[in-house]
């Protein structure tokens, strides 16, 4: 079986301040998982802000380098240096952003910053060959060139541009799309045909999906396996339907009860238990490792716990 | 509880536009009549450019042009005696305002100036509605903290120091030390993570019980309204299209908009296909005839196209625009817990 994407050992340290008051921060402390190239699957990650989520998403697109470990694309280590390996990489690798409103430059037309992109991975200026590959990417979504030719963005719905920038993204037939946080800016009412696609990607087109998140419901609906972080660490990994049903680790059982049930409307139940809270913090930043289960998912435990 | 606290009636306020000769209206405000009472969480829910916004603008008595109020009154009847913030001068809605009427804003970054302290914040925007200084106002501003679970030292803190959650907290603080009887939320929790979010909400619930005010709570995502609110209204377009209890509103909707945004909540433990609504809410400068969400609607029938259907009550505190509100089926997501209730 072949991989598509290897983590490795991954780890990621940043250092803040000068000679002094260093102060070091772990983004990521040991990642390991694997994307296999056969079997296309979205891939969540879970975490609240500051779980370093963003950062190893970061690291596999090669934006930010590794402290520790390597991050393989088929068999290949994800390198920041030289242009012509690095547009390669970008043409099997993109990325779709959180704000739509801010990944499209207000001034100019949404086709210019799709252009852009065909130009630059079909290595072509025919336009001929631009607009076909404009319009079919623009078809996966749903949408049109026809459609979109000559607006601007603030023209369209947050939905349709968070579209638009999906297709941008598929304009190169890329294996591998990493997502981060693609719906928490767009509105409730427009976040399933944002999803909905997303998983449609995944079973028409192949497409695998490394979805960054922390709306549980939405990771339940669409993800084959994710893992759960917590500061850096990742403290439960495995199937989604498995791991949210049946939690495990204290952290993520906290997560889940903090989801905003619509079964009991109106009842105004708000308070979360005090104790899960102190079980989910207490273990932070203390030795552990991740442990398999009979039931496929791996979970953290703790020494002396 | 039957009192309000505050009454809007038929209120119209417009985006009037005048660029190169050209003249444009944007109704992002269109004809709204509904009722806060005391004591009462009231949800509004909408789109982004469903007018939701301007609408709390004018709420919260901070109209400023190219928004104008074309008709319709806003009346709130505070402690102090009534007002009509449509209508009052600007010295009587300063003398309301943060006392009686309040505003949490969206984005708490945003809202705290970077280089204050945050003890520095508190002095300027409330001693002097509290009419208190030096250490009594110390004194109360700490109390306060003490209720929303922040520590003192908040208040030798700039905001980039905090986190988001803390900060927000903060932005709450603001809003609340000088007791309102009436605050508006608009989109608290939009930007925080899910437990952080849920603290928040518990913190304003707490509060809100506690002095026993009045809020006005907007946002578009419903999972929220589930948990804070005692009514939800829905806003499309500039129209309230639909009020009522949260556990009808759920359970029971009247209105096709409402049903679609309650069935395409996700769930947990639930992997159904999610039905999600096509097309775009629809320009302000130029709404659709008729009901102005029929070109989305599932129901719609010719009646729908020409005629806009009024705002009327289809059961006891619940109301409905729409011509064919006995026909709305809840959708899948309300189906099991319906059947409870029955």
Not at chain 1, 213 to 224: E, G, K, P, R, V
Not at chain 2, 180 to 185: K, Q, T
Request: aromatic share 6%; proline share 6%; with cysteine.
């Amino acid at each position: 079986m072949s991989s598509l994407l290897d983590i490795r050992n991954v780890s990621k340290r940043f250092t803040m301040g000068g000679l002094f008051g260093r102060k070091v921060v772990d983004a990521v402390v040991d990642a390991n998982f694997s994307l296999s190239a056969e079997k296309p699957e979205i891939f969540t990650i879970i975490g609240e802000s500051g779980s370093g989520k963003t950062t190893l998403a970061r690291m596999i697109l090669g934006l930010e380098d590794p402290t520790e470990g390597e991050i393989l694309f088929r068999g290949q280590k994800v390198d920041r240096h030289g242009r012509a390996k690095r547009l390669d990489f970008m043409a099997n690798v993109q990325p779709v952003f959180q704000n739509p409103f801010e990944a499209f430059n207000p001034l100019k037309k949404i086709e210019r910053y799709l252009e852009s992109t065909a130009r630059r991975f079909l290595h072509t200026t025919d336009k001929a060959v631009i607009d076909k590959a404009m319009d079919e990417a623009l078809q996966k979504v749903g949408l049109s060139l026809k459609e979109v030719r000559g607006r601007f963005p603030h023209e369209m719905s947050g939905g349709q541009l968070q579209r638009c920038a999906i297709a941008r993204a598929l304009i190169p037939n890329p294996p591998l799309l990493i997502a981060d946080e693609p719906v928490s800016m767009v509105d409730a009412s427009l976040r399933m045909s944002i999803v909905n696609l997303l998983k449609s990607l995944r079973d028409d087109l192949g497409v695998s999906v490394i979805y960054i998140t922390h709306d549980l419901a939405t990771a339940y609906y669409i993800s084959n396996r994710l893992i759960i972080m917590q500061r850096g660490r990742i403290v439960e990994m495995g199937d989604a339907r498995t791991v949210l049903d049946n939690p495990e680790h204290p952290y993520s059982r906290l997560l889940k009860a903090s989801v905003l049930s619509t079964d009991d409307a109106g009842a105004g139940k708000l308070a979360t238990d005090p104790a899960m809270v102190s079980l989910a913090t207490d273990m932070v930043g203390k030795p552990g490792r991740l442990v398999d289960r009979a039931d496929g998912r791996s979970v953290r435990v703790y020494e002396g716990a | 509880m039957t009192d309000n606290i505050l009454t809007v009636e038929g209120l119209k306020a417009y985006y009037q536009m005048n660029y190169f000769g050209v003249e444009r209206e944007v109704r992002a405000v269109d004809d709204i009549t509904m009722n806060v009472r005391k004591g009462e969480v009231y949800g509004i829910a909408g789109e982004s450019s469903s007018g939701k916004t301007s609408f709390i603008k004018v709420l919260a008595a901070a109209i400023r042009p190219p928004l104008r109020i074309m008709s319709g009154s806003v009346k709130y009847d505070f402690k102090t005696g009534p007002i009509d913030v449509a209508r009052a001068s600007p010295a009587e809605i300063e003398a309301v305002r943060w006392r009686h009427l309040s505003y949490i804003m969206q984005g708490s970054m945003s809202v705290l100036n970077p280089v204050r302290r945050i003890g520095k914040t508190f002095h300027d925007f409330a001693s002097r509605p509290l009419g208190l200084s030096g250490k009594a106002f110390e004194e109360r501003v700490l109390g306060h903290l003490a209720r929303l679970k922040l520590p003192p030292e908040v208040l030798r803190a700039y905001p980039h120091e905090l986190s988001g959650g803390m900060r927000q907290r903060v932005t709450i603080g603001l809003a609340t030390v000088c007791h309102p009887e009436f605050v508006i939320a608009d989109e608290p929790t939009t930007a925080l993570d899910v437990v952080v979010q849920k603290e928040v909400l518990n913190l304003i619930r707490d509060i809100q019980k506690e002095m026993n005010s009045s809020v006005v709570f907007v946002t578009h995502d419903m999972s929220v309204h589930a948990n804070v609110a005692d009514r939800v209204g829905i806003i499309y377009a500039g129209r309230l299209v639909e009020e009522g209890p949260t556990r009808q509103m759920f359970f029971t909707p009247r209105h096709p908009y409402t049903a679609h945004l309650v069935a395409s909540l996700p769930r947990i433990g639930d992997t159904r296909q999610r039905p999600a609504l096509e097309g775009r809410p629809p320009n302000l400068a130029d709404p659709p005839q008729g009901c102005r969400f029929h070109p989305r609607c599932p129901l719609a029938v010719d009646k729908c196209r020409k005629e806009v259907p009024p705002l009327e009550t289809v059961a006891p505190d619940h109301r409905s625009a729409c011509w064919r509100w006995q026909d709305v089926e809840p959708l899948v997501n309300a189906a099991a817990p319906a059947g409870e209730m029955a």
